[in-house]
């Protein structure tokens, strides 16, 4: 995969994250995460270094635009994308299934990894029940929005990837 794909969809990741998501937020009690959402495709599409690299500027990024603690994002962005590295497979580019499989599993992980940290940090019970709520409605929507978020990232990579190769340069 080119650099040049890599940073548009990080951009596009960043923008879609700052505009449609906030319309969802506030439609439902959580948002989506589409840093995580994107970093999952990395994992599925890039050798591991990339994706582990890539997957640490999503979490740092989002650590930026949220506020709050730095690191705790890019630690979880970076664990789910090494974890799906390991387990990879080839039938789970393609299939839907998986996809949505490892949108669940690490939707969860994600979440509850960040809810569990806030509780330590500030243990409360009005933040804690908060952030329960907002755990549930986040992964309900990574859950159903990502694999088609993840689906048509592939498909957009397979064009811009298609049309970079058929480009003939002379021979000199």
Same mark, same amino acid.
């Given at each position: 995969?080119?650099?040049?794909?890599?940073?548009?969809?990080?951009? %596009?990741?960043?923008? /879609?994250?700052?505009?449609?998501?906030?319309?969802?937020?506030?439609?439902?009690? *959580?948002?989506?995460?589409?840093?995580?959402?994107?970093?999952?495709?990395?994992?599925?599409?890039?050798?591991? $270094?990339?994706?582990?690299?890539?997957? /640490?500027? #999503?979490?740092?990024?989002?650590?930026? #635009?949220?506020?709050?603690?730095? *690191?705790? &994002?890019?630690?979880?962005?970076?664990? %789910?994308?090494?974890?799906? *590295?390991?387990?990879?497979?080839? $039938?789970?580019?393609?299939?839907?299934?998986?996809?949505?499989?490892? +949108?669940?599993?690490? !939707?969860?992980?994600?979440?509850?990894?960040?809810?569990?940290?806030? $509780?330590?940090?500030?243990? %409360?019970? !009005?933040?804690?029940?908060?952030?329960?709520?907002?755990?549930?409605?986040?992964?309900?929507?990574?859950?159903?929005?990502?694999?088609?978020?993840? !689906?048509? #990232?592939?498909? +957009?990579?397979?064009?811009?990837?298609?049309?970079?190769?058929?480009? &003939?340069?002379?021979?000199?």
């Amino acid at each position: 995969m080119t650099i040049t794909f890599t940073l548009i969809t990080i951009i %596009s990741s960043i923008v /879609f994250h700052n505009t449609a998501v906030d319309f969802l937020a506030f439609l439902f009690i *959580g948002k989506l995460d589409t840093f995580l959402i994107v970093a999952i495709f990395f994992a599925l599409s890039d050798e591991k $270094y990339t994706a582990l690299i890539t997957g /640490f500027i #999503l979490g740092t990024l989002k650590d930026v #635009l949220a506020g709050g603690i730095l *690191g705790i &994002n890019a630690l979880t962005k970076t664990i %789910s994308v090494f974890a799906i *590295g390991r387990i990879q497979s080839d $039938y789970a580019k393609k299939d839907f299934l998986s996809i949505f499989i490892l +949108c669940s599993i690490f !939707s969860i992980l994600d979440k509850l990894t960040t809810t569990l940290f806030f $509780y330590f940090v500030m243990p %409360s019970d !009005s933040i804690t029940s908060v952030f329960f709520l907002e755990t549930i409605s986040g992964t309900v929507q990574n859950v159903f929005l990502g694999p088609v978020l993840i !689906s048509f #990232l592939f498909k +957009c990579q397979t064009k811009f990837v298609q049309s970079r190769k058929e480009t &003939n340069y002379p021979i000199r």
